[in-house]
């Protein structure tokens, strides 16, 4: 059985950056696909990135583009997402979760079996 821990929220001012990191335990996810996703009050779970098993691929929610960046240590069994250039809009609480084993990367919210516990974000001046 296999646990998520996310950490890195917080409250930063429009423009700001924060670090959000994903540890895992219980069980490797090295070749597992890893995700990050987001939900505000009031609306659906959504996607924001995703990453394969090697790191190589990955893919961002066109909101994010150019500003967010996720990256793996499958050594020490960590996902991150850098979050540069914050915006009010980016407000939620934001989910790490990953894929059953040999799953690559997803969009889909539905492909991710492992589920972390959410840390808040908000972006207010």
């Known amino acids: 059985q296999g646990q998520l821990v996310e950490s890195g929220g917080g409250l930063v001012q429009p423009g700001g950056s924060l670090r959000l990191s994903c540890t895992a335990s219980g069980r490797t996810f090295s070749s597992s696909g890893m995700g990050w996703f987001r939900q505000a009050p009031g609306k659906d779970r959504e996607f924001v990135a995703t990453?394969?098993?090697?790191?190589?691929?990955?893919a961002y929610a066109d909101s994010v583009k150019g500003r967010f960046a996720i990256s793996r240590d499958n050594v020490n069994n960590t996902v991150s997402l850098q979050m540069n250039t914050l915006k009010p809009d980016d407000t939620a609480v934001y989910y790490c979760a990953a894929t059953r084993s040999g799953y690559g990367l997803s969009r889909d919210v539905r492909n991710y079996d492992y589920w972390g516990q959410g840390t808040q974000v908000t972006v207010s001046s």
């Open positions: 990453i394969g098993w090697s790191g190589i691929n990955v």
